[in-house]
């Protein structure tokens, strides 16, 4: 299959027509980091850019744009897997993100700014540092190189999320789609009730496994190489340091976002899994996971603004390819639109329910054996 065309930015793959999106077209993740500072820098209404290009714009333009289904082939996978721009592309935003949350820090701190605007800035910040930050984090946390990983940590630091690079790869990934994984939403459990199940069950998880890991080399509870207790210290540090530093207004600010950008993380949870399951073996276990069990998207806006996130079910499958060369998969279940929208619906559970109810019983009536 053909990639679809992006414009004169693409990149041919060797031996053969097929074109993929080149690494600059991923930098349209950035595009949201320069709304936050038109906002920093101009307040007033410019501070709702972010959110209104993430809801707003974004839906609108994977509806005109539509879905790209291709893939590339088999043979060049490695070739595009160490290409260092599409590497670069992920590392460039840490240093962006950084000094745009200090920027916001200082300005929050140093200047007369209204509650609106506090707010404002706090949403802004939060759906970059949740929407874009934690999705370099989630691709980072899956690599094998302490470097990546060590950036990883580091993004979630700055959202009060460092557990989930735990929880996430030790946790979500082997029980995905089973009642053990407070990840996966269930069959009629709206966003509300999923919410505190999901943030309480993770965090839990995140302990015991790494407690798991400790016995497992030989090594104490309380010793530096305890990933939570350190995540713990550091996340107390930046506190306090705030609150020190740039005054408890600045603390309330950093919560905020760090919150919004939790929720955001969450929601597309939600809705990467509702209802689906994985069916239970005769010796205990569960089958082993397959795209079907992880929803699908392939719209091009949604994954070019969130380097392909949205072809989830081949993230589950082969968690370790990265994004640039992700799978869409025709058997995997569809989302009927690109993450953006689905957020806003899955904030409404009546409308999310007669949308995707309907999906998941004609999901399940072809995957799950009758009883």
Request: hydrophobic share 45%; charged share 15%; proline share 4%.
């Amino acid at each position: 299959m053909r990639f679809a065309k992006y414009g004169k930015i693409t990149r041919k793959i060797r031996n053969g027509g097929s074109k993929l999106p080149h690494y600059s077209w991923y930098f349209l993740t950035y595009s949201i980091a320069g709304f936050v500072l038109a906002g920093l820098y101009f307040g007033g209404w410019v501070i709702w850019l972010a959110p209104f290009w993430t809801f707003g714009f974004v839906p609108l333009f994977d509806h005109f744009r539509g879905v790209d289904t291709g893939n590339v082939p088999s043979d060049l996978e490695a070739v595009y897997s160490k290409s260092i721009g599409y590497k670069a592309v992920v590392w460039a935003w840490i240093p962006l993100q950084t000094l745009v949350l200090i920027l916001a820090a200082l300005k929050i701190s140093s200047t007369d700014m209204s509650l609106a605007e506090v707010i404002g800035t706090a949403i802004a910040v939060g759906i970059m540092t949740g929407s874009i930050g934690i999705t370099w984090a989630h691709e980072l946390c899956h690599r094998t190189g302490r470097f990546e990983r060590g950036l990883a940590e580091f993004l979630l630091s700055q959202v009060s999320y460092a557990h989930f690079c735990i929880e996430h790869v030790y946790g979500h990934h082997r029980n995905v789609a089973t009642p053990k994984d407070p990840a996966t939403s269930r069959l009629g459990e709206s966003f509300y009730a999923f919410l505190p199940r999901t943030l309480w069950g993770s965090f839990q998880n995140a302990w015991q496994i790494e407690k798991q890991q400790l016995v497992k080399k030989g090594r104490p509870f309380f010793d530096f190489r305890n990933r939570m207790l350190r995540y713990l210290f550091v996340q107390i540090v930046l506190f306090v340091g705030i609150a020190a530093l740039l005054g408890g207004k600045t603390l309330l600010f950093f919560i905020g976002q760090a919150s919004v950008a939790v929720i955001l993380l969450e929601t597309i949870n939600y809705l990467e899994h509702y209802g689906l399951v994985r069916r239970k073996l005769e010796n205990g276990r569960y089958e082993k996971v397959q795209p079907w069990h992880s929803w699908n998207a392939s719209q091009i806006v949604s994954n070019l603004s969130l380097i392909n996130l949205a072809r989830h079910s081949d993230h589950h499958f082969m968690a370790s390819r990265r994004y640039q060369i992700l799978r869409h998969y025709d058997e995997a279940p569809q989302l009927p639109s690109g993450y953006a929208a689905m957020v806003l619906v899955a904030l409404v559970p009546p409308l999310w329910f007669r949308m995707m109810n309907p999906l998941v019983t004609q999901w399940r009536d072809e995957h799950l054996p009758a009883e």
